[in-house]
């Protein structure tokens, strides 16, 4: 039987690792996709901005991996996570890997910003079982300030969620100073009630575990000082995003 997906297909990988219980349902295989365009000022992850530092991988290398774990994410409800970077800034390659774990049986998340065009967008939803979106703000000012991007591709990547019934699990850093005006916050909730594939919402509270990556790039990090948020402010923005305000 000839296969659904092309295993030749290459791209970019920064990392992979098994045994992921924070980035999605069950147990998840997660793989790291190389390169981004935004550039957030709390990413974590600075080291996957350029795509030419991972390493060139194919869909078959990577499926080999993935099915060597199958049964054990199956049986927890998980499956792979394709994380970043901005999988998505490398859509060919992203959509025969998401083919190839269909293919396979195996449940796929994708972690994006939604910062792509809307072509993007309407190829690689309809592979994807689960989204988990980063709004970063739906402020455009903000969002603007954050990420070095305007705010357009990622509502309209919403759009397409929603058009094409996928489901999502929205996900927003809290970020004191920087994320966390309450008028700002009023308005995301205000955006995000009108998606109904929305499943979930995610409060996740800022963190410097990634600053070492900045000062080991020589890139400015201006959040030395920011503290991370205290439990009752996350949960405030939480109760504002789920509606129960």
């Not at 991988?57 to 394709?82: A, D, F, P, Q, W």
């Not at 100073?177 to 995301?188: F, S």
Request: net charge negative.
């Amino acid at each position: 039987m000839p296969l659904n997906y092309d295993p030749t297909k290459t791209g970019y990988v920064h990392s992979t690792y098994s045994g992921g219980m924070v980035d999605g349902p069950g147990i998840r295989y997660v793989i790291f996709f190389a390169g981004c365009t935004l550039r957030c000022k709390y990413c974590h992850n600075p080291d996957t901005w350029v795509a030419s530092r991972g390493t060139r991988m194919s869909v078959e290398e990577l499926i080999n991996e993935i099915v060597k774990y199958k049964n054990h994410y199956v049986r927890s409800g998980g499956g792979v996570t394709i994380s970043g970077g901005e999988p998505m800034e490398q859509p060919g390659f992203l959509a025969e890997l998401l083919k190839a774990c269909r293919e396979h049986g195996i449940h796929t998340a994708l972690d994006t910003s939604g910062n792509v065009p809307i072509s993007t967008a309407e190829r690689i939803f309809p592979l994807v079982d689960l989204l988990m979106f980063d709004v970063k703000s739906c402020t455009p000012d903000t969002y603007l300030h954050v990420t070095g991007k305007k705010i357009e591709p990622t509502l309209n990547a919403l759009d397409v969620a929603q058009r094409l019934n996928v489901r999502l699990w929205a996900r927003f850093v809290l970020v004191p100073g920087l994320t966390d005006k309450v008028d700002e916050i009023h308005e995301m909730a205000a955006v995000l009630r009108k998606y109904d594939n929305i499943e979930k919402i995610e409060v996740l509270p800022f963190h410097k575990a990634g600053e070492y990556k900045w000062d080991s790039l020589v890139i400015p990090y201006e959040l030395t000082n920011t503290p991370p948020p205290t439990l009752e402010q996350v949960e405030e923005v939480q109760r504002i995003l789920t509606f129960k305000n």
